[in-house]
């Protein structure tokens, strides 16, 4: 199907949408529950009963047997979060107590808050080295160090301001909190294992509807995404029915464009470096790549399909009812809760979707393919569908005969891709394996074969029938290069970086925006690596591929035009040269 997406020719129309959820969801309709709560720490979604606690791995594929389970005391319950080593469990059982239970002994103790004064908003677990719970209350916060003998919880420091409502992402470690009126002021806190980061109060701006009437911030109009390591806050006016992007940083907040939203009624995912806005009422998704400078969407809004469904295979297009009536649901009904960064959690019928991108329908909707070539390089969620589908659109537009500059510009992309892993001191496992080859064969190494000393990461492969789960060592190089930490703690799960300069390349356009904010002024990093650091191994292609799956494919038929040919090869070879000269540098 890939292979004939490509080969009916780049920028074909009628694709059915850009962006799915794979049927079957992960089922967690259990009888006698009180609601569903994801912990986005440990990716459990949870399903409390009067006396037990049960959870699902959501990281993990669609379980078949029954959920985990732990018996906790019976009670009220708000919201559920596991401890970040999952040995204790922490219950918000109403607006003024959290139970914090044992796991292993079954001991229990409680944070109370002053009834007459202040109410609980929430808390959270995090690894940041003073303290393991952050305790939101209207108050303030309170940070909380956990001692396990004899499982009890001490006041490390509160931090007293008035607040309305809080955000807070485990992926960023940001929390947001609103006050104000309008809840339109904000104070903020990364808390991580680099330790804390205050972020400079802000506020976010609002249109009037009426001259006396000023609407008010409501907490589901707001999103912190993370998307290519960098943090950022979505803001939805419903009144322009825009959306606010703002970016952080150390000493500053900055706004950094406004997306027409067109509703006033959507969601936010982030898929795969990828911000998704959803409109609920029209049913369909926007895609939007912030590494571009015009911030324009990546392509039509076009609805959301639900893959697997067992319907006739001969219907080549369905509605949305019927994909409604096939899984028993609504497609972005009323009981639909999005979390953050790519599940939607369907309350009303005890399912869980996560979100995908069809990166396949992505590269056929466009003509344009140095732009796409581009767009599928920053792409990490598919690596071997990424390779599959950039050596495919080489081909095609060889063999479609576009223009000789097109094509060097579209071969310039895909080899400044793998001169960039090799800049970063990557290997590149596939030429390896060539290089070995020809060693034991007593041959002499293809030109540009070499290859660094420093072994490659297991699983990481540049064939697109091998398992593309990896782990690249080029994430090991960022961190531990990164000049902005002093030091990290390994808390047993991410080791989080507050970083001061990205390898995000894609970034520079954007960043020459802030030269306002000031020069010592760095970003604020979530400590998810950035594209190249944590995909660029697997995504890249060598020359040596280039050779092997466009330029042997497309020799016979291109015989006929050989003086095309020639200068498709000639400007290969230029690129290449280039990619040299710049690895040198």
């Not at 940001?174 to 804390?196: D, E, K, N, R, V």
């Not at 979505?234 to 940083?249: C, G, I, K």
């Not at 969601?267 to 009422?281: C, E, F, G, T």
Request: hydrophobic share 40%.
């Amino acid at each position: 199907m890939l292979g004939n997406q490509i080969q009916g020719g780049l920028g074909t129309s009628g694709a059915l949408s850009h962006a799915y959820v794979q049927h079957p969801p992960l089922r967690c309709d259990i009888p006698d529950t009180q609601g569903l709560f994801y912990d986005d720490a440990n990716k459990f979604l949870i399903a409390p009963t009067a006396d037990r606690i049960l959870y699902w791995k959501t990281i993990l594929p669609t379980p078949s047997g029954p959920p985990n389970s732990d018996p906790v005391n019976e009670g009220p319950v708000l919201s559920v979060r596991y401890s970040l080593d999952h040995k204790v469990i922490g219950i918000q059982r109403s607006r003024h107590e959290i139970e914090f239970r044992n796991r292993e002994t079954g001991e229990t103790c409680s944070k109370k808050c002053r009834a007459d004064s202040e109410t609980v908003l929430g808390f959270f677990w995090t690894d940041c080295p003073t303290c393991d719970v952050i305790l939101v209350k209207t108050s303030g916060l309170d940070l909380l160090a956990y001692e396990p003998q004899p499982h009890a919880f001490h006041l490390v420091e509160s931090k007293k301001f008035n607040v309305s409502w809080y955000l807070y992402t485990h992926e960023s470690r940001l929390i947001l909190l609103a006050s104000g009126m309008q809840c339109t002021m904000f104070t903020g806190y990364q808390f991580s294992a680099g330790g804390i980061v205050k972020i400079p109060k802000f506020e976010m701006m609002m249109s009037k509807s009426e001259a006396n009437n000023k609407p008010v911030l409501a907490a589901d109009d707001v999103y912190i995404v993370t998307v290519y390591g960098r943090i950022y806050c979505l803001q939805l006016d419903r009144v322009s029915m825009s959306l606010n992007l703002y970016r952080f940083y150390r000493d500053a907040v900055v706004q950094q464009c406004t997306l027409p939203t067109y509703s006033s009624r959507i969601a936010v995912s982030a898929v795969d470096n990828i911000i998704m806005v959803h409109q609920i009422d029209a049913k369909v998704v926007m895609l939007y790549d912030v590494s571009l400078d015009s911030y324009a969407p990546v392509s039509a809004p076009l609805p959301l399909l639900l893959r697997g469904l067992p319907i006739n295979s001969r219907q080549v297009s369905q509605t949305a009812d019927s994909q409604s009536s096939a899984y028993g649901g609504t497609i972005y009904g009323e009981g639909w809760n999005f979390l953050i960064p790519d599940l939607i959690c369907d309350a009303e019928n005890g399912l869980l979707w996560k979100l995908h991108l069809d990166l396949a329908a992505i590269a056929a909707s466009s003509s344009d393919a140095p732009s796409i070539l581009e767009f599928l390089q920053r792409r990490k969620s598919d690596p071997s569908m990424v390779k599959t589908l950039c050596l495919a659109i080489v081909r095609t537009i060889i063999l479609e005969r576009r223009s000789v500059p097109t094509v060097a510009k579209a071969m310039d992309v895909v080899l400044d891709s793998y001169t960039r892993l090799m800049k970063m001191g990557g290997a590149f496992p596939g030429v390896r394996r060539i290089h070995e080859q020809n060693q034991q064969s007593g041959s002499q190494p293809i030109d540009g074969s070499h290859v660094v000393s420093q072994e490659s990461s297991p699983g990481t492969t540049v064939s697109p029938a091998v398992n593309p789960d990896h782990g690249s060592e080029a994430v090991d190089i960022y961190v531990q290069s990164n000049p902005g930490v002093e030091h990290t703690i390994d808390r047993g799960l991410l080791n989080i970086n507050i970083s001061s300069d990205s390898v995000d390349n894609t970034s520079d356009a954007v960043d020459k925006r802030q030269q306002a904010v000031g020069e010592a002024s760095r970003p604020l990093s979530s400590g998810t690596m950035t594209q190249h650091g944590q995909h660029a191994g697997t995504v890249a292609i060598s020359p040596i591929e280039m050779f092997q799956s466009v330029f042997t494919l497309v020799e016979d038929e291109m015989m006929g035009d050989p003086a095309y040919l020639i200068a498709v090869i000639i400007e290969f070879l230029r690129s290449m040269l280039g990619c040299a000269v710049s690895k040198e540098q």
